[in-house]
Structure formats: structure tokens, C-alpha cells
């Protein structure tokens, strides 16, 4: 337990910073599902504009430091591929 005033603020903004970062990551989590539901369905215009939403939380999320830059990167890069093999797909 936190016995000086500094570590007991600093357990409070631990909390805060905690509980944002869940809930930016949530919304990310569900936009992500969004993205591969509009893929699964085999629609790419929709898909499109689901993904470019996707790939600005990700950039968000990597600005605020909620996720590592690199690992938004990884992510944005999967999903285009994905994005793009339903393009490149016969109709």
C-alpha cells in the first residue's frame, strides 16, 4: 500500500489512466469487429470505410500511447491485406 502522498496520487492516476486506456482499446476492439464483419459479408466499399475508421483509432491509440506505434502498424498492415485480397478476389 501507498503510504506517501506522491504514491498515493500516483495510484489514483494509475486508475484513471487505466480505465481510459481500457476503454479506448475496447472501442478499437469493436471497431476491428466491424471492419471483419462488413469483410465477411464481401462488401468492399463498406468494408473500405470501416477500415479507414479502423486505421484512425489505431493511429490514435498509437499517438496517446495506448498501443506502440509499431504494433498499430502491424495491425493497419493486416487488415489492408485482408482488405485487399477481397478486392483482388473474382467476382
Known sequence: MA?????????????????????????????????LGALAKGNAKTAATELNKTVVLLDRLAARNTIHKNNAARRRSRLTRKLNALAAKPA
Open 3 to 35: 503510504h506517501s502522498l506522491s504514491a498515493k496520487k500516483r495510484v489514483r492516476q494509475n486508475l484513471k489512466e487505466r480505465a481510459r486506456n481500457r476503454a479506448r482499446k475496447d472501442a478499437l476492439k469493436d471497431q476491428t469487429k466491424s471492419f
